[in-house]
């Protein structure tokens, strides 16, 4: 079952042609409510604030974006995106989704987007308001989704070249749109071997939902690399860099014990010390 993600502008009939393709190929469309579900159901109490953060897409003050500029949201958003890809059949809807799958062969990346007037007068019917309510509307959607997105992944959603599909619906109906990115998904889907990449989504998502219980227990310094990989045979290899010799010690000793992992390849780099191997 195909994996799609669709990013969008507001007025541009995203919401309603995702619901088309979820009925037309029988995919479970990952939206705001389903997010919710899930945040409140199986998110690690450590994270509610940011889950709830990541659900509206936008922040409120500073300090939502504060929270969210920390490596623990992002990878811990990347585990969530790659567990619903393990299963298939999934359509994700924002979330920056897009930047999670970039280089799979069987997720479809696609952006939905319309000329901006004719955004605005759809914005005025769906919110049943005034056309300097809906240009208010548009132009803080766009500011606010855009400064989050950048701050959990550190990426332009504009940028041309992560997606398969960017498709204008200035011009089309719903429907059409639909037809078109079905279209898009049967062509991506061809001769792909979609069992391998699935158990490729389930090993990335136990080494970001690794990655994510580190930071919060070791001291990652700012803007320094620090990545956990998780193999077929349960070799989890640790890269990067920790602020002391002691949260290398502590990073081997807390994934040595985590479900699943037989054992560890620790190539951690203290800035205090040298290299050390676990």
Do not use: W
Request: aromatic letters at 8%; a neutral charge; charged letters at 25%.
């Amino acid at each position: 079952m195909p994996v799609v993600t669709i990013s969008r502008q507001p007025g541009s009939l995203a919401g309603d042609i995702a619901q088309l393709i979820s009925q037309r190929l029988n995919l479970e469309l990952i939206n705001q409510e389903k997010i919710h579900q899930m945040l409140e159901n199986e998110c690690d109490a450590q994270f509610k604030d940011g889950f709830r953060l990541y659900e509206k897409e936008v922040f409120t003050n500073i300090f939502e974006r504060l929270m969210l500029d920390r490596p623990a949201y992002r990878a811990l958003f990347e585990a969530l995106h790659y567990d619903l890809a393990a299963h298939g059949g999934v359509i994700i809807f924002g979330r920056g989704a897009q930047f999670a799958f970039r280089g799979f062969k069987s997720v479809t990346i696609t952006r939905i987007v319309a000329n901006r007037e004719i955004r605005i007068e759809r914005i005025m019917v769906q919110q049943n308001i005034s056309r300097n309510h809906a240009m208010d509307y548009d132009d803080h959607f766009i500011s606010k989704h855009q400064s989050v997105i950048r701050s959990i992944f550190g990426h332009d959603i504009g940028d041309a070249e992560l997606y398969d599909t960017t498709l204008n619906t200035s011009h089309f109906t719903a429907e059409q749109g639909a037809d078109i990115i079905c279209q898009a998904i049967a062509h991506k889907q061809t001769s792909l071997d979609l069992a391998t990449e699935k158990a490729l989504f389930k090993r990335l998502a136990i080494g970001k939902k690794i990655e994510t219980l580190l930071h919060q227990k070791v001291t990652v310094p700012p803007h320094r690399v620090f990545s956990v990989t998780f193999s077929e045979s349960g070799l989890a290899e640790l890269k990067g860099f920790v602020e002391k010799k002691k949260d290398i010690e502590l990073a081997a000793g807390i994934v040595k014990d985590y479900p699943g992992v037989t054992s560890v390849d620790c190539q951690l780099r203290s800035i205090q010390s040298p290299y050390i191997s676990f």
